[in-house]
């Protein structure tokens, strides 16, 4: 059982940044895959960034790698995901989800998942 948190939305310039963050309860912080993904109005949700437990290896969306980067500091059981150099077409509930998987895992191989916090972009 885990429980995660989101923070750290809210609304931007194109061209700005933004930091958001996940907090991480119930269980063993470190044990998990951790993963951003973000659902835009009328869109599929899309995966956007994912870490292994370690934090070694990340793994990004072609539409965000070189802008975005994906971290963890286990220690404050916390996932983070730094966005710079933002765009219209980041606009987006962003949500971060937990996966006992390793590697690289699918959407649907995510057990755990927050509620999301909002990402608006303006151009």
């Known amino acids: 059982q885990v429980q995660l948190v989101e923070s750290g939305g809210g609304l931007v310039q194109a061209g700005g940044s933004l930091r958001l963050s996940c907090a991480a309860s119930g269980r063993t912080f470190s044990s998990y895959t951790m993963g951003w993904f973000r659902q835009a109005p009328g869109k599929e949700r899309e995966f956007v960034a994912a870490?292994?437990?370690?934090?070694?290896?990340?793994y990004y969306a072609d539409s965000v790698k070189g802008r975005f980067t994906i971290s963890r500091d286990n220690a404050k059981n916390t996932l983070y995901l730094q966005m710079n150099s933002l765009k219209a077409e980041d606009t987006a509930v962003y949500c971060c989800?937990?996966?006992?998987?390793?590697?690289?895992?699918?959407?649907?191989?995510?057990?755990?998942w927050g509620q999301g916090t909002q990402v608006a972009v303006s151009s």
């Open positions: 989800a937990a996966s006992r998987k390793t590697g690289r895992p699918s959407v649907y191989e995510y057990s755990y």
């Open positions: 870490i292994s437990w370690s934090g070694g290896s990340t």
